[in-house]
């Protein structure tokens, strides 16, 4: 049957933990190349559904949907909808700007179900139980490899990760991103604020690069990341990221998967995917069925945080939207900052990431000589986040480009400026 005949298929029913759940337009592609539905994705997270709320239930969620496949725009939607079943479970949230909103907090494969109805592909959930909202329950260390570097390399950084974690006392659980990166996720006591577990997540990410300064970063701006970018930052109120089980926006329907640490030598990527995951699952279960056991201590980490700020390591940048913080170091791109800067051109601005590297293709196409001298960390491809959506900005280093040879800052390509508001 084609796409457009499946696409016009009456709702599905499904009655799943008692209730009954109607999949309007089953046979939506979601994905193009292997062809997955809206009801692929139903059938999915109902598979691995012990798994996916082992990470993302009793949390509130942020829904971020893609109602026309992962070839269409995609927005971040915090407030639930207003249409919504009675039994799908709400909590109050506040953020940062003082504003607030109903989130939603998944108990149950059904609640995943209804998710799915609604093209959520990934789950979004906040490091706190439904039950405190103060206090998360959860570190998240966030490897995010510069562009270049091999899934070796990442490797390599989050055996580090697993080491200084082993040495503080605390228990670290990987898992695929689904994109280019791995995540840890550490269970800890409910005794800390926000500030603090980020703070605690800082003094980790300097160890990490203590310990291996040729292979990991916890430098913030992009300009001064080398290697693997260990971000602390992912721990700052009114962050998330994709969770365990977490259906990725990838050609191949790649999954953020959990993973064992000796798992990690032999697997890559692209090995855990929509149509891969549920058997592994069944065949072996959940590789975090015990992370609830072990919730540690942060002591450890904010004493080492303590003896980094008494050697003149204090506090380090934040992400741009939030509030200056006490002790924060100025907030400005060391390029802009120094008196010999790095020089930084920006390319181009799009809601879509492939719309704007076609724009830096284009570039290439007009400076070729300058383009040969790019390495991989040079091109600064940066994920924004507006209020609704995300969108993608391209900027370049030409720091390796002779400087007879630097093109000058042209107009952007493309060039969509509402983006930052949207």
Same mark, same amino acid.
């Given at each position: ?277 549920? !058997?592994?699952? /069944? ?5 975090? +069925?015990?992370?609830?056991?072990? =919730? *540690?201590? @942060? %002591? $450890? ?53 492939? !719309?704007?590297? /076609? ?5 290439? +196409?007009?400076?070729?000589?300058? =383009? *040969?001298? @790019? %390495? $991989? ?46």
């Amino acid at each position: 049957m084609s796409a457009s005949a499946r696409e016009s298929s009456e709702p599905e029913r499904l009655v799943i933990d008692g209730r009954e759940i109607s999949i309007s337009n089953p046979g939506k592609v979601l994905f193009p190349g292997p062809q997955y539905t809206k009801l692929d994705l139903v059938r999915y997270y109902l598979a691995v559904a012990e798994g996916a709320l082992r990470g993302a239930g009793g949390r509130p969620n942020v829904l971020v949907r893609f109602p026309n496949g992962i070839t269409g725009d995609s927005f971040y939607q915090k407030r639930a909808p207003t249409s919504r079943p009675p039994w799908i479970e709400v909590v109050s949230l506040g953020f940062p700007s003082g504003r607030s909103a109903d989130e939603i907090v998944p108990r149950d494969a059904a609640a995943l179900a209804w998710f799915a109805n609604l093209a959520c592909l990934e789950l979004h959930p906040h490091p706190v139980r439904a039950d405190d909202l103060d206090h998360p329950d959860e570190l998240r260390v966030d490897l995010d490899p510069v562009p270049g570097v091999e899934w070796a390399q990442l490797r390599e950084v989050a055996h580090v990760v697993e080491a200084v974690l082993k040495d503080v006392g605390l228990t670290g659980w990987p898992k695929t991103s689904g994109s280019r990166g791995i995540h840890v996720i550490v269970r800890i006591e409910r005794r800390w604020g926000f500030d603090r577990v980020r703070r605690a997540a800082l003094a980790l990410a300097r160890e990490v690069e203590q310990r291996a300064p040729a292979l990991a970063t916890s430098k913030w701006w992009k300009e001064e990341r080398h290697g693997v970018f260990v971000d602390y930052n992912q721990n700052a109120k009114d962050r998330t990221v994709a969770s365990a089980y977490s259906v990725r926006p990838t050609p191949d329907a790649r999954v953020s998967a959990p993973i064992r640490w000796d798992e990690l030598s032999s697997c890559a990527p692209e090995d855990f995917t929509l149509a891969t995951v549920p !058997e592994r699952f /069944a065949r072996i279960g959940d590789p975090h +069925a015990g992370i609830d056991d072990h =919730a *540690g201590s @942060l %002591e $450890p980490l904010l004493e080492l945080s303590a003896r980094h700020e008494s050697e003149g390591l204090g506090d380090a940048p934040w992400p741009p939207h939030y509030k200056k913080q006490r002790g924060e170091p100025p907030r400005v791109q060391p390029s802009r900052a120094r008196a010999t800067k790095h020089p930084l051109i920006e390319i181009g601005r799009a809601r879509r990431k492939d !719309e704007a590297l /076609a724009g830096l293709l284009r570039w290439k +196409a007009r400076h070729p000589e300058a =383009a *040969g001298y @790019l %390495e $991989p960390a040079d091109v600064l491809v940066d994920s924004m986040r507006g209020r609704f959506t995300t969108w993608t900005r391209i900027r370049l280093n030409l720091q390796h480009v002779p400087p007879e040879l630097r093109p000058a800052q042209e107009p952007l390509d493309p060039d969509e400026k509402t983006l930052a508001s949207s």
